[in-house]
């Protein structure tokens, strides 16, 4: 074992470390003799590798690059993998203000090639400087790199610095899908401000021609020693070569996953509930009379929709039941679905909380997303035990998920890209319905308030979040209750 | 749709809430498991002998069994067996052998049959194919009964050509097969050779083009390609991901439970205690039987818990926190002693007496709970190599029954003793279990099932297997 010598001095002295409890996350760790964190211990998280990961994008104009690129980065950064994506077609926008024509893609074209090389380059140094110097874990190079030699130029530049390298490529010939890709995202493009469809369009596809002659696809023999997934058809078909390590193989399972079927998903929390009136978190109350008459509301709305299959999914908490039986139709119970356990502050009020517990209430109000009840969970706990369900949401189309609070907080986050700061606040009001569909690169939002009263169980982050703040302080922003 | 709100009820046993009424219609409305697939599929495994797919087929069921998807292998050597009582040599799979070719036919109609009686008749969810139906001919035949019963289908094909894997396969399994009874090893090889030879020439891999309306998943030298086709469903997604993962390096994980910890000696389930004084001790020899037994490349992986924390502390290497290792949750049962808790709350007490694997303590978990929290635990355990998982009794026994192929009634009764450490290596189609004792004293914590599970029963009736503490 590589680390046991270094260590052999300390053995003798490492039962006599005490362990302390971290107050923010509940983590036990050892107190070492100078107060410093100890680095010998880690939590578990996806990346356990030291070394970071570049994902490199293969293919043709229009095949689903950059719509990968956007989709897998915000997978992982919600998953707590610190990723970025650089598009080297917005270091060409950059570089080179105005778009003209497709001319300026011509093989032939000397001066445009220099310009695409010069991007190209820009963009790996920013990788570089991502991943070396401000802790990034995985960059998306998201380009068309369809020549065998610009990839080799790409693994050249992560050997030198020690990078491990995962190429995707998006392969496609059925000429209805590339169309569709080029209306919903090229025709917006700021490329194309300037033109009206047909133009656009023509232009685009001289575009793709002029990448065909020189395109070399990863091939399974001459690239065989390289990390990649090939994607055949949107899906149809996929080919993996070599996962090296846990990320590249969450990556290829995630891939496998997504689609690009249209469909909604319709996030809603449980009716109001018996505690909810009260101002008590938690618990595994019944609805209020309220929260029923929402609940035939939701039915109606739902039956207006007009959804064509869909999916009804709850927690296994009465109130979300409750809420789902009354629309009528069957429902899957998802225990992963369940309310944030608020450990010891289960049922409590926010001013009692105050009152038992006012470091703890403090600490939630420094660090929302990290901070875990105890004998509870950490919004981040919640994150990693949603993670199963947002994969099955990937593979599924019209789904309506009855949740709670915090909960649905996680799932927004989720497809609105929101980060762990935003995340524990984002509104997610009783008796409203929010209609996720994927457009474009990213997710349409309709908010349909349901016009029934309910309680408001919003509390903002107080002014003051300091340990040694008075109780009216950090009770400013509760919001009203029985 | 009528407004009529149905009272809901929460099943005693595992804690899942349901509509009052009974009738069947509303039962099924609210399933409490997430359906992997609503009709049954046949996985149907393709390749040369000696390419793993018998290895697959046994993996591949283990995991589905574990995480709850009842399934079960149809191995159509065992047909041939079973038809066959002796086995000569390799003439019998001759091409040409027109006697034998009936004899083989039949087997796989045979098999098809219990695939059918499995599905139908015993809840079967899976069922694997194991054989080489390395004919188009032989797969069409398989994809119509499939068609005909309303069956998924999910093909696995093994391609391998690399002599050395070959070799090691057919000295790992084959050498020892019934078949080889009476043949020394030399002469096995050279007929297994000739057997495989049998089947090369009519061999068609399936085809990317010809055969992609098919679902399948090519493996490619064990695992350095994968070709997917078609991924139909939930289920064939994790299959393939879980294929995707495991690997046949040598290897050995070591399980150990956290030293004796002060609530252990008390006799109290649960809490977030420290260790005592012994549990110390072993935390000590623990450190001395690792570096014994010189493990190249070591991973430690404990729960978020203080008493496996303070365990991996003393092997003075880097360890890693899993807060999905901690121990079950026993919600309000947390912390009592098992005489409390009959004294408090003595229905749920037989409940769980009842039916182990499937009760979940009030605001607490189920062993069927902890089977799904551990699911991504046995899915890294699968990438990785040489693993110790320092972790608890419950959490212990479920990653037990997945090594050892245990069922979820055997589960819960697995025993897994304070300072004991389990070395699993994998070994042929199993795994190889070595138990080492620290010879540090320790509480027993291991409670019998009771012969008495009644609700009704006496207190004695209740507590007669609780082991002994302060």
Not at chain 1, 219 to 236: H, Q, T, W
Not at chain 1, 267 to 293: F, T, Y
Not at chain 2, 170 to 183: A, C, G, H, T, W
């Amino acid at each position: 074992m590589s680390v046991i010598e270094n260590n052999t001095e300390q053995c003798g002295n490492s039962l006599t470390r005490e362990l302390t409890q971290n107050p923010l996350k509940k983590i036990w760790v050892p107190s070492s003799k100078n107060g410093l964190p100890e680095r010998h211990i880690s939590q578990r998280k996806v990346c356990m590798t030291n070394c970071p990961t570049l994902i490199v994008t293969v293919g043709l104009p229009a095949r689903g690059k950059t719509y990968i690129s956007k989709k897998l980065t915000r997978y992982l950064n919600w998953i707590d993998v610190p990723t970025k994506e650089f598009n080297v077609g917005q270091y060409r926008r950059e570089c080179v203000k105005i778009y003209k024509s497709f001319e300026f893609f011509r093989p032939d074209n000397e001066e445009g090639l220099k310009i695409r090389k010069q991007c190209a380059l820009a963009a790996l140094n920013d990788v570089r400087q991502f991943l070396t110097d401000e802790g990034g874990q995985v960059a998306v190079f998201d380009a068309t790199n369809t020549t065998r030699e610009r990839r080799e130029t790409i693994i050249r530049f992560a050997e030198q610095n020690g990078f491990k390298v995962f190429f995707v490529e998006s392969v496609c010939e059925d000429p209805d899908v590339i169309a569709e890709n080029i209306v919903q995202v090229k025709l917006g493009s700021p490329d194309y401000t300037h033109c009206n469809t047909e133009e656009a369009v023509a232009d685009f596809m001289k575009r793709i021609k002029c990448y065909e002659n020189s395109y070399q696809p990863l091939d399974e023999e001459l690239d065989r020693d390289l990390s990649f997934i090939k994607i055949i058809d949107v899906g149809r078909r996929y080919l993996v070569n070599r996962v090296q390590d846990h990320i590249q193989s969450r990556i290829v399972y995630y891939l496998m996953n997504i689609h690009i079927t249209p469909r909604s998903i319709y996030l809603c929390r449980h009716g109001e509930s018996d505690l909810n009136v009260k101002g008590r978190i938690g618990g595994d109350s019944g609805l209020s009379a309220r929260g029923k008459q929402f609940a035939d509301a939701l039915g109606q709305f739902i039956q207006s929709q007009n959804i064509s299959d869909l999916k009804v999914w709850t927690s296994q908490m009465k109130r979300t039941i409750q809420t789902a039986e009354a629309v009528g139709v069957p429902y899957e119970q998802w225990k992963a679905l369940n309310e944030i356990d608020a450990g010891v502050c289960e049922e409590l009020m926010y001013e009692e909380i105050q009152l038992k517990f006012p470091l703890e209430f403090a600490l939630r109000d420094q660090d929302k997303y990290r901070y875990r009840y105890p004998k509870g969970e950490s919004y981040e706990d919640l994150v990693q035990r949603l993670e199963p369900v947002i994969m099955e949401l990937e593979r599924q189309e019209n789904v309506l998920v009855i949740c709670h609070q915090a909960v649905m907080r996680c799932l927004l986050a989720y497809f609105l890209d929101k980060t762990a700061e935003e995340l524990p606040y984002l509104k997610c009001p009783l008796h409203t319905v929010l209609k996720l569909t994927p457009v474009a690169y990213g997710c349409k939002v309709e908010s349909v308030c349901l016009k029934v009263e309910a309680v408001n169980t919003h509390r903002d982050r107080p002014m003051n979040v300091d340990v040694s703040r008075q109780a009216e302080e950090a009770l400013l922003t509760v919001p009203d209750h029985q | 749709m009528s407004s009529e709100q149905k009272e809901l009820t929460q099943t005693p046993l595992l804690k899942i809430w349901v509509p009052w009424m009974s009738t069947s219609l509303s039962q099924r409305r609210g399933s409490s498991r997430p359906q992997f697939t609503n009709c049954p599929t046949m996985i149907v495994m393709v390749g040369l002998p000696a390419r793993g797919k018998t290895y697959i087929s046994k993996k591949l069921t283990r995991y589905l069994n574990w995480i709850g998807v009842p399934t079960q292998v149809f191995n159509l050597g065992q047909y041939r067996r079973e038809a066959v009582q002796t086995y000569k040599n390799y003439e019998f799979f001759r091409p040409d052998n027109e006697e034998a070719m009936k004899i083989r036919r039949a087997c796989a109609s045979s098999a098809m049959k219990d695939i059918a009686n499995y599905f139908a008749k015993e809840q079967g969810q899976v069922a694997v194919f194991d054989a080489t139906n390395t004919t188009r001919e032989r797969r069409g035949v398989i994809i119509s009964f499939a068609k005909e019963k309303g069956y998924k289908v999910f093909f696995i094909e093994s391609i391998c050509d690399d002599p050395e894997i070959i070799e090691a396969n057919i000295m790992q399994v084959k050498l020892s097969s019934p078949d080889y009874e009476n043949y020394d090893k030399e002469e096995a090889l050279v007929d297994f050779l000739k057997r495989i030879d049998c089947y090369k020439m009519s061999y068609v891999s399936l085809d990317e083009e010809k055969e992609r309306h098919l679902s399948f998943i090519k493996i490619f030298n064990v695992g350095s390609r994968y070709l997917v086709n078609r991924v139909q469903d939930h289920m064939q997604s994790r299959i393939v991901y879980y294929l995707m993962n495991i690997h046949v390096t040598p290897r050995s994980i070591y399980l150990s439970r956290h030293g004796e910890s002060e609530l252990n000696l008390l006799g109290r389930i649960g809490g977030d205690s420290g260790l005592s004084s012994q549990g110390l001790k072993y935390a000590r020899a623990l450190s001395e039987f690792i570096r014994g037994q010189s493990i190249k490349d070591l991973k430690v992986w404990t729960s978020h818990m203080r008493r496996t924390i303070q365990t991996a502390e003393a092997l003075g290497v880097p360890y890693e926190q899993w807060k999905a290792l901690n121990e079950i949750d026993a919600g309000v049962c947390e912390e009592m002693t098992y005489e409390e808790i009959q004294a408090t709350n003595p229905e749920e007490f037989a409940l769980r007496d009842q039916d182990k694997y499937r009760y979940r303590y009030p605001k607490g978990e189920s062993y069927e709970d902890l089977v799904h929290r551990l699911e991504p635990v046995i899915m890294e355990l699968e990438r990785q190599e040489n693993v110790l998982v320092i972790c608890h009794q419950a959490v212990m026994r479920c990653l037990l029954a997945y090594f050892l192929d245990k069922s979820a009634d055997d589960l819960p009764y697995l025993k897994c003793p304070l300072h004991t450490v389990l070395k699993l290596t994998p070994l042929a189609y199993g795994c190889k279990v070595e138990s080492f004792y620290l010879n540090i004293q320790a509480v027993n914590t291991h409670r019998d099932k009771p012969t008495d599970v009644n609700i009704a029963r006496k207190p004695e009736e209740a507590l007669r297997t609780v082991p002994e503490h302060l």
